[in-house]
């Protein structure tokens, strides 16, 4: 069993910045790909940036030149570091990791979600 314990999450006016953190742990031999989710009331589930452990990202159009994602391997960590953020990025955010358990099984986790509110 992985848990995955998100944080940075909070309320910021239009055009700040905030800093997600999501730390796996527990059955992990390696991780693949981390990702941030994010779900605003009454809509679907979308992906937000991905990166594999070797680095490569992928971000929505909606948040590219705003939003960075990055990982710390060797903590298991991933970020998403947001700027100039505006009141649609309101939504829980969620966190998502794909990794090899020790049994060699490749799964995935969904953290519990991180509210972020973004005021006009």
């Known amino acids: 069993q992985v848990q995955l314990v998100e944080s940075g999450g909070g309320l910021v006016p239009s055009g700040g910045s905030l800093r997600l953190s999501c730390v796996a742990s527990g059955n992990i031999f390696t991780m693949n790909v981390l990702a941030w989710y994010r779900q605003a009331p009454g809509k679907q589930r979308e992906l937000v940036a991905d990166i594999t452990t070797a680095g490569s990202a992928n971000y929505a159009d909606s948040v590219k030149g705003r939003f960075t994602i990055s990982a710390d391997n060797a903590k298991n960590t991933v970020f998403l570091q947001m700027t100039s953020l505006q009141p649609e990025d309101s939504a829980v955010y969620y966190c998502?990791?794909?990794?090899?358990?020790?049994?060699?099984?490749?799964?995935?986790?969904w953290g519990q979600g991180t509210l972020v509110t973004v005021s006009s």
């Open positions: 998502h990791v794909e990794y090899y358990s020790l049994d060699n099984d490749y799964l995935e986790q």
